[in-house]
Every structure is written in structure tokens, then in C-alpha cells.
């Protein structure tokens, strides 16, 4: 018995346990702090269909860090998922999604543009979520039609009538979804034709392999054919170079998002980008 609990003991004060319980909390501390300091910036990464124009764009949540610089959100979302404070960042990610839309709503050439946002689970899981984003639409006077919510088959799946209802009240606003890494996941395509989702994008993982891996290829014609049957749009994430370019056009991915184009870049960068392209 002693011995166990002596066991447990030295296990508790596992200095690398300790480590990192202390770097957490300290992770989290920063984060409440960049809350109240607006340290949180969007990026934005282009989004061009096949003939080459413009659709709008994704935004990339970016923490300015005072000390640590440019932080990534694979660094800090899993935390703030863990910790709630999903909620104040979601709210205030979707506030400068729609000024931007708004912004980009008063000159011809990005009028039409759509700005994709990520939703993480525990934001599409709160009770008031169909409300705060009709609120946030609202107060800003933006077309919902701009409005690109991306979500993840895991989001999706986890609670399958919760996520029709809160998909289905939001469509009728006209606010479009995004089925984000898609592939990636449960892959159980029964759910998607329950479910009014816009867009399929395929994971990058996918997009990466087209002409290393011919199972991946595959993979990917499949996810467009599916696409087309179903009537919605398809778009690849992760796009780096023009062959793989090349392979999503001929074989009828709509629009395609990633690096070869242009890496997420902060809002000044991203229109002075979209004003080189040559017009349609
Ligand atoms: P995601 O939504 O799948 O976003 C795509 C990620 O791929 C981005 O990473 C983007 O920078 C990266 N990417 C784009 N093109 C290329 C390419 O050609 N090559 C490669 N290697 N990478 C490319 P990022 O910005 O680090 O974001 C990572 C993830 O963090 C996102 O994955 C998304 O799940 C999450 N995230 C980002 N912003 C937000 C946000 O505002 N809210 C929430 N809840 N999650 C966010
Ligand atoms: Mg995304
Ligand atoms: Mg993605
Ligand atoms: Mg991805």
C-alpha cells in the first residue's frame, strides 16, 4: 500500500508534469490578457475559382504576441476550446469578419466577396450561437449571403440534431457552410445530404499527395464527384503547386485556396494582392 501511494506520489511532482501544467496556465493567463488587449488579428488567405477570379477569402485567427511574436492558432485554440474562452474569441473573430465584409461591401470590385470563418465546436455548441451570429449580422449591416461558416465533420457529427437545427435557422438567414478538412474525418457520407452544407473543401492532406499517391488522387476525384452529384460547390485547401492546380481543374474542383496563391496575409496585403490580378 505504501508503496503504491509512494508511487503515485513521485508521479504527482513529475517535474515535466508540473512543467507543463505551469506553461498552460501561463498560456492561459496570456490569452485573457490578449483578450482585453486586442492582441488577436485576422489573416487572409485568397480563395480563386477556376477561372481565376477572386471568391472571397478565409480568416486565419493570428495572436500578436508581445514576446513570442506571431502566434499560431494551432498553438492556443485547443486551450481556448478547453478553458471557454472559445467563446469571447469566436465572438470577437466574427465581428471583424463582418467590418471586413462591410468594408469590402462598399467598392465594385470586392463587393462580391465572401469571407470564410472557422467555428470551433463549443461556440457552435452554445445555446444562443444561431442568435450571436444573427446579432453580429445585424449590427453590421452585412449581406449573410458573404458569410461562409466552415465546419468540421467531428463538429457535425457530435450531436446530429443540434447541428440540423442551428445549420437549417442559419441557411434561411442565407449564411452558406463550408465542410472544412473534409475526408479527414468519420466519413460517413450519409449525414451530408441531411445537412445544407454549400461547400466541400478537401483537406490539404488529400491535395498534397495528388501525383505522389495515386489512392490520394483517387480520393480527391471522388470528393469532386461527390460534390457535383450532390450540387455543391468544392474547393481545395493546400494548393502549392500548378500541377496540382492543374489536376483540380481538369477535373472539375471549382476553386482552389493555398499557398501557390498566396499565403494568409494581413487585410492591407491580401487587397493589394487582389488589386494585381488581372481582371475578369
Ligand atoms: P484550417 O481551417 O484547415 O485552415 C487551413 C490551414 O492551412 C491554415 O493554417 C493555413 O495557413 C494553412 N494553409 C493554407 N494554404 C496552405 C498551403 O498551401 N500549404 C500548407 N502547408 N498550409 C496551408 P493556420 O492558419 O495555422 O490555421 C490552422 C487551423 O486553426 C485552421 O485549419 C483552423 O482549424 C484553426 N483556426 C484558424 N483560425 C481560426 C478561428 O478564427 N477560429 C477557430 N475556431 N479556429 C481557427
Ligand atoms: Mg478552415
Ligand atoms: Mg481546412
Ligand atoms: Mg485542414
Redesign the pocket.
Known amino acids: 500500500q505504501a508503496k503504491m501511494a509512494g508511487r503515485n506520489a513521485v508521479r504527482f511532482f513529475d517535474p515535466s508534469m508540473q512543467a507543463l501544467a505551469t506553461a498552460r496556465a501561463d498560456l492561459e493567463k496570456d490569452l485573457r490578457l490578449a483578450l482585453s488587449q486586442n492582441q ?1 488579428k ?2 487572409f ?1 485568397a480563395q480563386i475559382y477556376r477561372n481565376h477570379q477572386v471568391v472571397g477569402a ?5 495572436w500578436q504576441h508581445p514576446q513570442r511574436g506571431l502566434v ?3 498553438e492556443f ?1 485547443a486551450l ?2 478547453k478553458t471557454s474562452l ?1 467563446l469571447p ?2 465572438q470577437c ?1 466574427l465581428e471583424a469578419a463582418c467590418t471586413q465584409l462591410k468594408q469590402w461591401e462598399q467598392h465594385a470590385r470586392s463587393r462580391q466577396f465572401r469571407l ?5 465546436a463549443r ?1 457552435f455548441r452554445a445555446a444562443d450561437f444561431v442568435e450571436q451570429v444573427r446579432r453580429t449580422l445585424d449590427s453590421h449591416g452585412v449581406n449573410p449571403d458573404l458569410l461562409e461558416l ?1 465546419l ?1 465533420e467531428s463538429l457535425v457529427l457530435e450531436n446530429i440534431n443540434d447541428t440540423i437545427s442551428k445549420m437549417h435557422a442559419l441557411r434561411e438567414m442565407g449564411v452558406r457552410f463550408s465542410l ?2 473534409f475526408g479527414t474525418g468519420y466519413s460517413s457520407f450519409s449525414y451530408l445530404t441531411q445537412l445544407p452544407f454549400d461547400q466541400l ?1 478537401i ?2 492532406s488529400f ?2 499527395n495528388i501525383g505522389i499517391k495515386t489512392s490520394d488522387a483517387v480520393i480527391v476525384q471522388t470528393i469532386i464527384g461527390m460534390a457535383h452529384n450532390l450540387e455543391i460547390e468544392v474547393i481545395a ?4 503547386t500548378e500541377a496540382q492546380r492543374l489536376f483540380l481543374e481538369q477535373h472539375g474542383c471549382h476553386a482552389c ?4 496563391f498566396s ?2 496575409v494581413p487585410i492591407d496585403e491580401f487587397m493589394a494582392w487582389s488589386r494585381r490580378l488581372p481582371k475578369c
Open positions: 488577436f485576422l489573416y488567405q478565409e480568416a486565419l485567427l493570428r499560431s492558432p494551432l485554440i481556448a476550446e472559445i474569441i469566436g473573430v470564410a470563418v472557422n467555428v470551433s461556440q466552415e468540421t472544412d478538412d473543401k483537406d490539404r491535395v498534397h485547401e493546400g494548393v502549392e485556396q493555398g499557398f501557390l499565403k494568409p
